[in-house]
C-alpha cells in the first residue's frame, strides 16, 4: 500500500503543477461560449442576463423554486438561443455532469404531474431556469456567471483568464429513482445521482463496530443541508471519522464518492478539486452519517476537508408519496466559494 500512496502523491503533483493551465483553456472556452450567448440576447434580454461582478446578486443563488431569481429565464430565449445556454452551461460541466443537469431540470416533468392535484404546490416547471453572466468576458479583470433553477445551482468565477471558483455547486433529483414514467421525464428506473449516494452506502457498510461509533453522529437525519442559499458556507468543525482511521480500500471508496461529484464538473476544474484535498492533507477528511442505514429510510452524510464541504441529505418523500426519494447535495469550497478568497 506505500506503493499506492506513492502513486497519488506523484499524481497530486503533476495535478498541482498543470490545474493552472488546464483551468485557464477552460476559461478561454466558457468566455468564448458567454460571447455568442450575449451575442444571441435581445437588448432587453441582455438587460436581464448581465449584472455586475461586484453585485450582491451574484451571491444570492437557492435550490428552491423561486418566485424571482437573477438572469434572463430559459423559457423566453428562442431554440439558438437556448442552445448557446446549454453551450455555456456544458462549458463548465463533463459530459456526465451536462446529463446530470438535463435530467435534473427534466424531472420538473415528473413534480408538476405528481403534483397537479395538490392545492397551492409550487411552480414546477423543466423551463424554469435562469442564466447570468456577471462582469465582462476580458482576459484581465475577474467575471463569471450562473445557471440556476430549482434543484440545480453552478457557480463560476473567473479572474485575470483562469477559473477561481466553481462553488456553491448544488445537484438535487426528486424523485431519487424514478419509479413512474412521465412524459418529458427521464426513464423509468433513472437515479440521477445514483453513486453519489450509493458510495456513500458503500462506505457506511464496510466500516467496522468501532469505526461506524465514530462515523455515525446522529441516529435522526437533518431536516436539509446547512445554509441554503447562504453567501458563505458553514464553518463549524468536522465531525465523523477522519480518513486517517479508514483502511486502504475504505480510504478507495471515500475517494470514489468524492470524484463522483467532481467529475460532474469539466475536467479541468474535476482535478483541481481533487489535487486541492490531497494537497491539504486526504487524512484530514472526515465522513459522518446522520439517521437511516438503508435505502428508503431518511438519511444524509456530511463530508468535510480543510478546504471543502460536501452534504447529501435524503429525508423527503417523493410526490407518490415513497420515503426518502428526494436529494439533495451541494458542494462548498471552504477557501474561494464563488471566486472568494478566504
Same mark, same amino acid.
Given at each position: 500500500?506505500?506503493?499506492?500512496?506513492?502513486?497519488?502523491?506523484?499524481?497530486?503533483?503533476?495535478?498541482?503543477?498543470?490545474?493552472?493551465?488546464?483551468?485557464?483553456?477552460?476559461?478561454?472556452?466558457?468566455?468564448?461560449?458567454?460571447?455568442?450567448?450575449?451575442?444571441?440576447?435581445?437588448?432587453?434580454?441582455?438587460?436581464?442576463?448581465?449584472?455586475?461582478?461586484?453585485?450582491?446578486?451574484?451571491?444570492?443563488?437557492?435550490?428552491?423554486?423561486?418566485?424571482?431569481?437573477?438572469?434572463?429565464?430559459?423559457?423566453?430565449?428562442?431554440?439558438?438561443q437556448r442552445q448557446l445556454?446549454?453551450?455555456?452551461?456544458?462549458?463548465?460541466?463533463?459530459?456526465?455532469?451536462?446529463? &446530470?443537469?438535463?435530467?435534473?431540470?427534466?424531472?420538473?416533468?415528473?413534480?408538476?404531474?405528481?403534483?397537479?392535484?395538490?392545492?397551492?404546490?409550487?411552480?414546477?416547471?423543466?423551463?424554469?431556469y435562469f442564466i447570468t453572466?456577471?462582469?465582462?468576458?476580458?482576459?484581465?479583470?475577474?467575471?463569471?456567471?450562473?445557471?440556476?433553477?430549482?434543484?440545480?445551482?453552478?457557480?463560476?468565477?473567473? &479572474?485575470?483568464?483562469?477559473?477561481?471558483?466553481?462553488?456553491?455547486?448544488?445537484?438535487?433529483?426528486?424523485?431519487?429513482?424514478?419509479?413512474?414514467?412521465?412524459?418529458?421525464?427521464?426513464?423509468?428506473?433513472?437515479?440521477?445521482?445514483?453513486?453519489?449516494?450509493?458510495?456513500?452506502?458503500?462506505?457506511?457498510?464496510?466500516?467496522?463496530?468501532?469505526?461506524?461509533?465514530?462515523?455515525?453522529?446522529?441516529? &435522526?437525519?437533518?431536516?436539509?443541508?446547512?445554509?441554503?442559499?447562504?453567501?458563505?458556507?458553514?464553518?463549524?468543525?468536522?465531525?465523523?471519522?477522519?480518513?486517517?482511521?479508514?483502511?486502504?480500500?475504505?480510504?478507495?471508496?471515500?475517494?470514489?464518492?468524492?470524484?463522483?461529484?467532481? !467529475?460532474?464538473?469539466?475536467?479541468?476544474?474535476?482535478?483541481?478539486?481533487?489535487?486541492?484535498?490531497?494537497?491539504?492533507?486526504?487524512?484530514?477528511?472526515?465522513?459522518?452519517?446522520?439517521?437511516?442505514?438503508?435505502?428508503?429510510?431518511?438519511?444524509?452524510?456530511?463530508?468535510?476537508?480543510?478546504?471543502?464541504?460536501?452534504?447529501?441529505?435524503?429525508?423527503?418523500?417523493?410526490?407518490?408519496?415513497?420515503?426518502? !426519494?428526494?436529494?439533495?447535495?451541494?458542494?462548498?469550497?471552504?477557501?474561494?466559494?464563488?471566486?472568494?478568497?478566504d
Open positions: 500500500m506505500v506503493h499506492l500512496a506513492a502513486k497519488f502523491a506523484c499524481v497530486v503533483v503533476l495535478l498541482l503543477q498543470v490545474a493552472p493551465a488546464l483551468a485557464q483553456s477552460r476559461a478561454e472556452g466558457m468566455a468564448a461560449a458567454a460571447n455568442a450567448f450575449l451575442a444571441a440576447l435581445t437588448p432587453e434580454q441582455r438587460t436581464e442576463a448581465v449584472v455586475a461582478f461586484d453585485s450582491p446578486q451574484r451571491r444570492d443563488w437557492h435550490n428552491i423554486p423561486k418566485d424571482d431569481r437573477k438572469g434572463v429565464e430559459f423559457r423566453a430565449l428562442s431554440p439558438e445556454a446549454l453551450d455555456l452551461l456544458h462549458s463548465g460541466l463533463s459530459d456526465e455532469g451536462y446529463g &446530470k443537469a438535463l435530467k435534473i431540470m427534466s424531472l420538473e416533468n415528473n413534480l408538476r404531474e405528481g403534483e397537479k392535484n395538490v392545492q397551492g404546490a409550487p411552480l414546477r416547471d423543466p423551463e424554469r453572466i456577471f462582469g465582462e468576458q476580458t482576459d484581465a479583470g475577474a467575471w463569471g456567471w450562473s445557471f440556476e433553477g430549482h434543484h440545480f445551482s453552478q457557480n463560476i468565477a473567473v &479572474k485575470d483568464g483562469t477559473i477561481v471558483g466553481d462553488t456553491p455547486s448544488f445537484w438535487g433529483a426528486n424523485p431519487a429513482t424514478l419509479i413512474t414514467f412521465v412524459e418529458g421525464g427521464p426513464e423509468v428506473g433513472t437515479r440521477t445521482l445514483a453513486q453519489e449516494e450509493q458510495l456513500a452506502f458503500d462506505l457506511l457498510t464496510s466500516l467496522d463496530q468501532s469505526q461506524r461509533a465514530e462515523a455515525i453522529t446522529a441516529d &435522526k437525519p437533518p431536516a436539509d443541508y446547512r445554509g441554503p442559499g447562504q453567501p458563505e458556507p458553514p464553518r463549524s468543525a468536522p465531525e465523523g471519522i477522519p480518513a486517517k482511521q479508514l483502511t486502504d480500500l475504505q480510504k478507495e471508496t471515500l475517494r470514489s464518492l468524492l470524484a463522483a461529484f467532481c !467529475n460532474n464538473q469539466a475536467p479541468e476544474l474535476a482535478a483541481a478539486r481533487l489535487a486541492e484535498i490531497d494537497a491539504s492533507g486526504f487524512d484530514r477528511v472526515h465522513f459522518a452519517w446522520q439517521g437511516a442505514e438503508k435505502p428508503g429510510v431518511g438519511h444524509a452524510y456530511r463530508i468535510q476537508g480543510p478546504t471543502f464541504l460536501l452534504e447529501l441529505v435524503n429525508i423527503q418523500s417523493d410526490p407518490a408519496g415513497n420515503p426518502a !426519494n428526494h436529494i439533495h447535495s451541494v458542494w462548498r469550497s471552504l477557501n474561494h466559494d464563488f471566486g472568494v478568497a
